[in-house]
Structures are given as C-alpha cells and as structure tokens.
C-alpha cells in the first residue's frame, strides 16, 4: 500500500523527466524514479529505501505468461475474451506489488518451467495450472490467511468466468491451501514418494531450496527475506 493512502493530504508533481515527487502529509517525501531499467527506486522520508520492480521490469517473463494465461483461459472455455484480459491485469498488479520480493511474477515463471519438464507426469494440468497462477495471489507476510484468500480469489474468478465443473475448481483450491504448510500424508511418511499431482505442485513451489549455491543466491536471498518477514 503507498504511503499516501494512509494520510489524507498529499501532493503529487510530476516532471519531465519520469520522475515523481510525492509530499506525504507530515511524514516527509516520497521520491519515486523509474529508470530505462525497470527498476523503481522509492524513498520515504529519511527512514528506509526500498527497490521495487515495475510492470515493465518483469517483461521477460509478462510475455509468455500471458500467453500462458491467454491459453488456459482458452481450453477452460472463458466466458469473454475481456474477463480474461481483465484478470489477467488483476494478476500481474497482485504479483508486482512493491513488498514482494520473492513472490512474485518471476516465481510464477520459474514454476512453470518445472511445470513444462514435468506435466507428461501430472494428471489434471488444469488445475495445477491455475494454482501455480493463484497460490500467491494474495500475500501479505503478517497474515496467516493468505492461502485462504487466495483460493477465495480463484474460486470467484472460477465460478463467474470459467465453464468448470464444480470439482474441477474445487482440486485447484485445494492445491493452493496446501501451500499454506507444504506438507502431505506422504510426506510425513519417511522414505516415501509421493507422485501425485500435488506433490509436483508443491515441489516446483519450493524448488528454490534445492537449487545449487552457485547462481541462485539472489533467489534464495530473497526467499529467505519472505520468510522473515512472516
């Protein structure tokens, strides 16, 4: 949430230059630039800097998983080609929210290259799909009901946009609500596999955590972030 939404005065002058000043009530200022290179850089008053992406940072992976999204809406029998276009914007604004800093649209894509080297093993692609799109739609790291939501989100998006059968949609919620512990029967289970749908779905979620050290320290940096911040 911007810090202006919290008071109720504040300027707003925008230059020439792309860059953004924001006077914020009597917590200071609020300087936002955004550069060629995607990034945001915002200050608010003298107390913290954080960088943030923009939509236009994250156009390597936007384009194909639109396409993916323009897809799946298409084999699920999408009511109007505008109800999808429009929570497609729904997501990509949830998953370039300024405070993430794992969980977010370059995740969604590293998912599903797993998904990609994997799906001729899961049985219901549909599903694991949508709740790779969904599980982190909503996040707030101080909430204990962010899996919930989420699959509150999918449920509405589900019920009013998509011709699916009502268990259909009811196996993506309840893959996403398994995100909120990863951890099934199986798993509690010692030198036993699972190789269901929802065992590949929870593994590409954290397959972070079993990248090699050398070249994934800004993702596992990053995760870890996300974690402390729960």
Same mark, same amino acid.
């Given at each position: 949430?911007?810090?202006?939404?919290?008071?109720?005065?504040?300027? @707003? =002058? &925008? %230059?020439? /230059?792309? +860059? *953004?000043?924001? #006077?914020?009530?009597? $917590?200071? !200022?609020?300087? @936002? =630039? &955004? %550069?060629? /290179?995607? +990034? *945001?850089?915002? #200050?608010?008053?003298? $107390?913290? !800097?954080?960088?943030?992406?923009?939509?236009?940072?994250?156009?390597?992976?936007? #384009?194909?998983?639109?396409?993916?999204?323009?897809?799946?809406?298409?084999?699920?029998?999408?009511?109007?080609?505008?109800?999808?276009?429009?929570?497609?914007?729904?997501?990509?604004?949830?998953?370039?929210?300024?405070?993430?800093?794992?969980?977010?649209?370059?995740?969604?894509?590293?998912?599903?290259?797993?998904?990609?080297?994997?799906?001729?093993?899961?049985?219901?692609?549909?599903?694991?799909?949508?709740?790779?799109?969904?599980?982190?739609?909503?996040?707030?790291?101080?909430?204990?009901?962010?899996?919930?939501?989420?699959?509150?989100?999918?449920?509405?998006?589900?019920?009013?946009?998509?011709?699916?059968?009502?268990?259909?949609?009811?196996?993506?919620?309840?893959?996403?609500?398994?995100?909120?512990?990863?951890?099934?029967?199986?798993?509690?289970?010692?030198?036993?596999?699972?190789?269901?749908?929802?065992?590949?779905?929870?593994?590409?979620?954290?397959?972070?955590?079993?990248?090699?050290?050398?070249?994934?320290?800004?993702?596992?940096?990053?995760?870890?972030?996300?974690?402390?911040?729960?």
């Amino acid at each position: 949430m911007s810090v202006c939404l919290l008071v109720q005065s504040c300027g @707003r =002058t &925008v %230059g020439v /230059f792309g +860059t *953004c000043r924001r #006077t914020v009530g009597v $917590f200071g !200022t609020c300087r @936002r =630039t &955004v %550069g060629v /290179f995607g +990034t *945001c850089r915002r #200050t608010v008053g003298v $107390f913290s !800097t954080v960088r943030v992406r923009t939509m236009s940072g994250n156009a390597a992976v936007e #384009t194909p998983l639109s396409d993916r999204w323009t897809e799946l809406c298409g084999r699920d029998r999408i009511r109007t080609a505008e109800a999808g276009q429009a929570w497609w914007r729904v997501v990509k604004e949830r998953y370039c929210e300024p405070w993430r800093f794992y969980h977010n649209l370059s995740h969604v894509h590293s998912m599903f290259l797993h998904f990609d080297s994997h799906q001729h093993k899961i049985q219901n692609r549909n599903a694991v799909a949508w709740a790779i799109f969904f599980h982190d739609i909503v996040y707030d790291a101080k909430a204990s009901d962010n899996e919930a939501r989420s699959a509150e989100m999918f449920h509405h998006f589900a019920t009013e946009h998509l011709q699916k059968p009502p268990d259909c949609i009811r196996e993506t919620e309840r893959l996403i609500m398994l995100t909120k512990e990863h951890v099934t029967e199986d798993h509690r289970n010692k030198d036993r596999y699972g190789t269901k749908d929802e065992h590949y779905f929870l593994d590409f979620d954290m397959s972070v955590l079993g990248w090699p050290e050398q070249g994934n320290e800004k993702e596992q940096r990053e995760s870890r972030f996300s974690r402390k911040q729960v």
